[in-house]
């Protein structure tokens, strides 16, 4: 069965200071890997996705993952971060259809 | 990008009463949908799948008859929550899923939030 573990629920970061969220995935083929964004109250938004290929991924809004298919991670990295990017943000992993969350990172920005 | 929405964005209704809840995909045909629930600072869970023309795969303890789905055309799936009660209020997400090539993704909707006083 595919499983997503996010260890960090919370995370607070300084306004323009990097940040990196931890994922690790279990899956039996090669994954599909996903991060997405959720704003409070507001739909996801995805930020980037790893099919195949490069395993280094850029997104929008500054962000990037890393694929490291011996550790079975996929950490979310941005080099400065902003007060905007304060929000929820969810690991996936999927195959053919079907898509498992981690249970998410709360980001907190502070001054 | 491919667009998904959902209507309504929010709703509020008593218990025992039905409510519907539409998922569109706006510029692309989706043959298969997905329906997810989040409740208050947790995950998605995916609860069923839903395909056009025939029945919703339903997950495992999801109800189906408390929970019905309908994807009756490639652009709209409804998800209809029977004799709602306070326990159902929660954040409704679909997603529209879209084959490219030997590429797939799916797109989310902005959800729906619903509220059963």
């Known amino acids: 069965a595919q499983s997503v573990t996010q260890p960090d629920i919370h995370i607070t970061v300084s306004e323009g200071a990097s940040l990196e969220l931890r994922c690790n995935y279990s899956?039996?083929?090669?994954?599909?890997l996903f991060w997405y964004v959720q704003s409070p109250g507001q739909g996801l938004q995805l930020l980037l996705k790893y099919f195949s290929g490069d395993t280094l991924v850029q997104g929008i809004k500054g962000f990037e993952a890393e694929f490291k298919r011996s550790q079975s991670s996929f950490n979310l990295r941005k080099p400065s971060v902003h007060w905007s990017d304060a929000a929820e943000y969810f690991c996936?992993?999927?195959?053919?259809?079907?898509?498992?969350f981690g249970i998410g990172t709360k980001l907190q920005v502070i001054p | 990008g491919a667009v998904v929405s959902q209507h309504p964005s929010w709703v509020i209704c008593k218990s025992g009463t039905s409510v519907k809840i539409e998922c569109r995909s706006l510029d692309f045909q989706a043959t298969t949908m997905f329906w997810y629930r989040q409740f208050p600072k947790q995950s998605l869970m995916l609860m069923a799948t839903s395909n056009e023309g025939s029945k919703a795969t339903y997950e495992q303890g999801v109800e189906k008859d408390k929970f019905l789905i309908n994807h009756a055309s490639l652009t709209l799936s409804t998800l209809t929550v029977t004799s709602a009660h306070p326990e159902d209020s929660s954040f409704y997400i679909c997603?529209?899923?879209?084959?490219?090539?030997?590429?797939?993704?799916?797109?989310f909707g902005p959800g729906t939030r619903l509220t059963v006083t």
């Open positions: 997603s529209a899923y879209l084959l490219a090539g030997v590429r797939y993704e799916q797109y």
């Open positions: 899956y039996g083929a090669t994954p599909y």
């Open positions: 996936a992993v999927g195959g053919y259809q079907k898509v498992t």
